[in-house]
């Protein structure tokens, strides 16, 4: 089983940036498209950004493109999600998730999860 675990949330002001990461391990990363999703108080899971398995396909919510970058490294069995220029709006649960080779935005399509890691984005 692949277990996946999140880190690099925190406290960043608007217009500030935060790197997050997600560990993988237990079975063969590169054999998963990752995706993150984020979840705010009150509201439903959303997707974020996709990258496939050898990060030739990468694609984003609209609300993420242009401010967020996924990236992976499989020797290092890890996925990136770089984001720039927070906004409030931002301020949620994210989530890594492993699921088809090529990526894909929907959620249920995602074998594994991550335990979350908080975002909150305020001045």
């Known amino acids: 089983q692949l277990q996946l675990v999140e880190s690099g949330g925190g406290l960043v002001q608007p217009g500030g940036s935060l790197r997050l990461s997600c560990a993988a391990s237990g079975l063969t990363f590169s054999n998963y498209g990752m995706g993150w999703f984020r979840q705010a108080p009150g509201k439903e899971r959303e997707f974020v950004g996709t990258?496939?398995?050898?990060?030739?396909?990468?694609w984003y919510a609209s609300s993420a493109k242009g401010r967020f970058t996924a990236s992976r490294d499989n020797a290092k069995n890890t996925v990136y999600l770089q984001m720039n220029s927070l906004k409030p709006e931002d301020t949620a649960v994210y989530y890594c998730?492993?699921?088809?080779?090529?990526?894909?935005?929907?959620?249920?399509?995602?074998?594994?999860w991550g335990q979350g890691t908080q975002v909150t984005v305020s001045s």
């Open positions: 990258i496939s398995w050898s990060s030739a396909f990468r």
């Open positions: 998730a492993a699921g088809p080779r090529l990526g894909t935005q929907l959620d249920n399509e995602y074998e594994y």
